[in-house]
């Protein structure tokens, strides 16, 4: 998957309720949930993504000028900051000259450019290489982002506890992937380690994880997706299965980054995800969404 950041929020989210398991559940969700938007507005969060260019075979201009492959929104700074060769999957960085470019806090110099690793920064935006499947592309971040700047919080359902559900695991017999198609089109398929089933209002349903990040990770959508929660997918983690048991705390079902920024690649529910169900719990409509 290619949203690791949040999984690590949602980690140490989870662990932090796992340690404190007399605290009022509400008081624990409210903390968590403030901690999640915290996370989302911070430096170099989603909401300082600012531009996503997929790259060419051949030579990829970097810089201010607008025509370029990968164009920089700094009027202070050169046409020209860079340039990126990609050839057989392989990008490699040409740093103009006399331009105040830095790679990992040093004065960049040419060099193959490592996926997510490698930090190019100039003035106050920061851009770096992601690959989506057969796909290579510039992500660009900006602190100074529109989107953040008029970031205005988190719309969310009341703490309901009903909604915090007790669900039977059941590991797959052999090897089990889940097939995802994401936002720009691509066919992925992640290993799954098994499935749950769970029942609300006399009804049973199911869901089918992946693993990130020793965390059970959810991609679905239900009955209030497109209504009252954004409309593409909610994303929901938990702990793993403890003796064949992992609890659904739809409270804590949260947006994807897709919902604030249109420069995310974000999973899509496979049909096995989309529920007969309004979940209304957890994280609405975002205002300023895409």
């Known amino acids: 998957m290619t949203i690791k950041n949040i999984a690590m ?7 932090l309720s796992a340690a404190n398991p007399g605290a009022d559940y509400r008081q624990q969700v409210e903390k968590w949930r403030a901690q999640h938007q915290k996370a989302l507005a911070a430096d170099d969060g989603w909401l300082t ?19 370029s492959e990968v164009a920089l929104p700094d009027h202070s700074l050169p046409g020209r900051v860079a340039t990126i ?39 106050r935006l920061k851009f770096y290489l992601i690959r989506r499947g057969d796909r290579a592309g510039i992500r660009l971040k900006d602190n100074d982002s529109p989107e953040r700047k008029r970031f205005a919080g988190l719309s969310w359902y009341p703490v309901d506890p009903s909604w915090k ?19 720009i089109g691509q066919k992925e398929a992640e290993p799954s380690p098994g499935y749950v ?16 990040d020793g965390t059970l990770f959810f991609v679905f959508r239900d009955r209030t997706s497109g209504k009252t929660t954004y409309g593409a997918s909610r994303f929901l983690y938990t702990e ?11 409270n804590r079902a949260e947006n994807p980054p897709c919902a604030f920024t249109a420069y995310a690649t974000c999973p899509l529910p496979p049909p096995q995800n989309r529920l007969d169900l309004a979940v209304e719990a957890g994280e609405q409509k975002y205002n300023g969404g895409h």
């Open 9 to 15: 929020v949602a980690a140490f989210s989870l662990a």
């Open 49 to 67: 993504v600012a531009g996503l260019d997929w790259l060419k075979e051949g030579e990829n201009r970097v810089g201010a000028d607008p025509a």
């Open 85 to 123: 060769s990609f050839h057989a999957g392989q990008a490699v960085l040409h740093p103009a000259q006399g331009v105040p470019l830095m790679l990992n806090g040093k004065p960049a110099a040419q060099t193959a450019l490592h996926e997510d690793t490698d930090i190019l920064a100039i003035n």
């Open 165 to 183: 559900l007790r669900a039977k695991f059941t590991a797959w017999d052999t090897p089990h992937t889940i097939a995802f198609t994401n936002t």
């Open 197 to 212: 089933t769970f029942t609300r209002n006399g009804r049973e349903y199911r869901l089918e994880p992946t693993l990130e």
């Open 240 to 250: 793993p299965a403890k003796n064949g048991i992992v609890y659904l705390d739809f």
